[in-house]
């Protein structure tokens, strides 16, 4: 028993002198040079134990105190949080270059295959290579053209589907069946194929999968910020993240394998994993794919494309159904424009500027991405007069961005007409307008941001011009709490009952 107590002594004693080394070792590195201000965080552990479950809230809280550039302790790791659009363009814009690269964490060793695709892959000649390839065959703009016609069939046939529940009474669950539609929309565009046949048990797990993934890949998992912790895995996160990588992982493959026996009835038709897989075998600017490069970019495409889309457009029916005068200018602009004897086509959205400001509003109130993904600096740089260390992660608030009071005009309401007039009419969501970054800015924006507008501004229209949403019957005020994760998500499901406000031959696919 002796021995035990000594050995476990020894080894508390060995732990504190390492974290202890490390710590000073961090401190008199960067003696004399003027850091941001952070809060003092806890021993050891830094500001880790005071991020909560919900950090983006927590990060904007802290910048009213700290101000918009903020260092923290985290672990053994520094970290630099940007709150204002000032900051964002410092970082993302001014000092792009050497925030090129991504942190090591679990999410990127465990779920994206060892950093193998797209969102984590270093920054390089592969990762140019999947970019273009990206952009030339799926979310590029001609790309985007090309592949219309599927967004219209697949919303065909969700109209459908939510014209027979409103003639039953049924309430539709939001993110179900927008998982459901763009997973096959996204299907058709890279497998020739819908992915689900129809809507049930797969598609909701699948569902149920992709929510997973975003909300462990957003949390703060222990193991990245104290690394000799890692193995411990004191939260379970990376447990979870493996147990989920095996049902990606075999879902993928089996796309996989079944459209490589299937490759000979697409001849001259080759369709988005056609022409990838044509990069596997032979060498492109010096660069060849891996399987795993290839898997890990249907892992991206797959989930990214269908959770951050649909996360906005939940949000934004929400907010429409809490102010219903909201949805009902919609309707009056949309009935103006399109009428009600047909449904809405992609070519009407630029006749609809107080549409297109509703989406604004949501990106701005409710980005899909909170915390932008974090980026880590190669080198020592100066910001706003503090000195940034090499190796210091950065977290962009997208979420204390939008809410900011010194930016907005009431902030914490949902105002479309916002955009309407003055200088923020010309605001544009697609990362050069730094008060409104809901994809991220810079070289490593959202690869999928000119597909996320598309999808967002496409469906939503259809969904608004289409019905009229109301709660279903009993049920009280709704819900509008958040949950973090890498998306933001409704803490509560969205579910609706619709009614069809167009002709009746509109809802036939």
């Given at each position: ?46 500001a880790l134990p005071l991020m909560g479950s919900m ?273 009902r200018k919609a309707h009056e602009e949309m009935d ?174």
């Open positions: 028993m002796d021995t035990l107590f000594l050995v476990k002594e020894i080894g508390v004693s060995i732990l504190i002198f390492l974290i202890t080394r490390l710590t000073f070792r961090s401190v008199f590195k960067n003696h004399g040079r003027k850091i941001p201000p952070g809060p003092r965080g806890w021993p050891v552990l830094g950090p983006h809230v927590t990060l904007a809280n802290m910048a009213k105190k700290y101000g918009p550039v903020m260092y923290l302790k985290m672990g053994t790791n520094s970290m630099v949080v940007a709150s204002t659009p000032a900051a964002a363009r410092a970082f993302l814009k001014t000092l792009d270059q050497n925030f090129s690269n991504r942190p090591p964490n679990a999410g990127a060793t465990h779920l994206a295959y060892g950093a193998q695709d797209l969102v984590f892959a270093p920054y390089g000649s592969k990762w140019k290579l999947l970019r273009k390839l990206g952009n030339l065959h799926m979310l590029g703009g001609k790309a985007l053209d090309d592949w219309g016609p599927i967004r219209d069939e697949e919303m065909g046939y969700m109209l459908r589907s939510m014209y027979d529940s409103s003639k039953k009474g049924e309430p539709v669950v939001v993110a179900e069946m927008l998982t459901y539609s763009m997973a096959n929309m996204i299907g058709q565009v890279i497998l020739s194929r819908r992915v689900f046949e129809t809507k049930g048990s797969e598609s909701n797990e699948f569902k149920d999968m992709v929510v997973e993934l975003m909300t462990v890949a957003g949390y703060f998992n222990i193991g990245d910020f104290l690394p000799f912790l890692a193995k411990l895995d004191l939260q379970g996160i990376e447990r979870g993240m493996k147990q989920l990588h095996k049902k990606f992982d075999a879902l993928l493959t089996k796309m996989f394998q079944e459209h490589v026996a299937s490759r000979h009835k697409r001849m001259g038709k080759p369709d988005f994993l056609d022409m990838v897989m044509d990069h596997h075998s032979e060498h492109t600017d010096g660069e060849k794919l891996t399987l795993t490069n290839i898997k890990a970019l249907l892992l991206n495409l797959f989930t990214a494309g269908t959770d951050t889309s649909s996360s906005i457009i939940e949000w934004s029916l929400a907010e429409m159904m809490k102010n219903p005068s909201i949805m103006a424009v399109i009428g009600r004897e047909r449904r809405l086509k992609e070519s009407d959205i630029a006749k609809l500027p107080y549409f297109q400001a509703i989406c604004k509003e949501t990106y701005r109130k409710h980005p899909s991405t909170p915390l932008n993904l974090p980026r880590i600096s190669s080198e020592p740089c100066q910001v706003n007069g503090f000195y940034i260390p090499a190796n210091t992660r950065l977290n962009v608030n997208i979420w204390a961005i939008g809410r900011d009071p010194q930016v907005w005009d009431q902030p914490l309401e949902y105002k479309p007409e916002r955009f309407l007039s003055g200088k923020n009419a010309k605001i544009d969501p697609r990362g050069n307008d730094f008060e409104l970054i809901p994809f991220g800015a810079g070289r490593r924006i959202c690869a999928g941001t000119r597909m996320g507008i598309v999808l967002v501004h496409y469906i939503l229209g259809t969904l608004v011009h289409s019905f009229e949403w109301k709660l279903p019957h009993g049920m009280g005020e709704l819900n509008m709490e958040e949950a973090f994760g890498l998306a933001l998500q409704k803490k509560v499901p969205l579910a609706a009952l619709v009614s069809p406000r167009l002709s009746p031959t509109a809802y036939i696919p």
